[in-house]
């Protein structure tokens, strides 16, 4: 009787394990990505000149988990940044800023508009953006960028000669 049961239990243990084993091969390889952040962000904490980052599309929620990220190490507040909850920040000035970092208007009003808005530093998240148009537009209204990769690029939001009339 006790050898039955040991038998049961070991079969019912590689039943156990190969359940197990079956259910995992749907993230098989496990997906992994460096938690890694640019040095930028790390110089970025100490600059007492930035008031805040506005990160663009900021209507994408994966863009908003990373920025929510980058914030661990820079430590700035974030213009409209959320994950669970809806931003509190009006969505019309979010869409003002938005169009002021991705549409063709004037880049002194762009840069205006950025600078009355406390957006000192613009990070765009590729997701869902179109990279070679937005980053020939960035480069356009802010010089080149301070820091570029695969997933983002960040652009500090040079002063405005005069503030915007909007």
């Known amino acids: 009787l006790g050898r039955v049961r040991k038998a049961v239990r070991s079969v019912l243990t590689a039943v156990l394990i190969i359940f197990i084993a079956a259910e995992y091969q749907l993230f098989f390889p496990f997906p992994t990505t460096s938690a890694a952040l640019p040095a930028y962000f790390d110089t970025l904490a100490a600059r007492t000149n930035i008031r805040a980052i506005l990160d663009l599309p900021f209507d994408d929620p994966l863009a908003q988990k990373a920025a929510l990220y980058q914030q ?13 909850r809806e931003t509190t920040v009006d969505p019309a000035k979010l869409a003002v800023l938005s169009d002021a970092a991705l549409s063709m208007i004037d880049p002194a009003q762009a840069r205006a508009i950025l600078n009355d808005n406390g957006a000192d530093v613009v990070i765009y998240h590729w997701g869902l953006l179109d990279k070679p148009d937005v980053l020939a537009h960035a480069a356009a209204l802010f010089g080149p960028s ?6 983002f690029a960040v652009f500090e939001v040079p002063l405005a000669a005069k503030p915007s009339t909007v």
């Open 72 to 84: 661990t190490a820079h430590h700035k507040p974030l213009i409209g940044g959320y994950v669970a």
């Open 146 to 151: 301070v820091y570029q990769d695969e997933q």
